[in-house]
């Protein structure tokens, strides 16, 4: 039985997560757990993360889980979603605060002026509600999405890869921008595929089938 961790470092709808997983996965056994022996320990990780990233930062080294979540995005598969794909990159502006640095790369806002509609209307900053992601390259995780399929998205930053080889999905929203980066054992999502119907449930399913 394949098991996978959620990690519990104080933030973000854990829960709506870990049930999306059960969906898609019956037979595995998916934890919400903020126990660094447990994250090590697990076949599969998976960090979610709502609200700010400063205090997403300072919870994680709070509760002792930065270097675990560190290893696993070393070792294992592993699901990086909103904030848990920004904390995988550098330098963020919200809070002038440094992500982990597994992937170089900095997480800037969105930036008012370009936050026009085609039509000349303004943009609203968050981000939020559904919008397409084009597919930059084939992946496993994206193994029966259509490309353009629509994700549910909440978010006022984002992250700017200095790679471009990492970015495997993206997104127009007054600019475009990465919405999905992939590298060796890791992918992560700017978008919420617990929230976003079909297309999201098949990514996680495809996850919990990955082996890469």
Known sequence: ?????????????????????????????VRVSADAGEIAAADRVVVPGQGAMPDCMRELSARGLREAVIRAAAEKPF??????????????EEGDVMGLEILPGRVPRFPHAAMVAPDGARLKVPHMGWNQVHQAEAHALWDGIEDDARFYFVHSYYVEPQ??????????????????????????????????????LRLLGNFMRWNP
Do not use: W
Request: charged share 10%; hydrophobic share 45%; with cysteine.
């Open 1 to 29: 039985m394949s098991t996978v961790v959620v990690v519990d470092y104080g933030m973000g709808n854990l829960r709506s997560v870990a049930k999306a997983i059960e969906h898609v996965a019956p037979q595995a056994d």
């Open 79 to 92: 699901l990086g979603i909103c904030v848990g794909l920004q904390m995988l990159f550098g330098h963020a």
């Open 163 to 200: 790679n471009p080889e990492l970015i495997a999905g993206s997104t127009h929203y007054g600019i475009p921008f990465t919405s999905a980066v992939a590298r060796a054992n890791i992918f992560a999502v700017q978008f919420h595929p617990e929230k976003s119907a079909q297309a999201g």
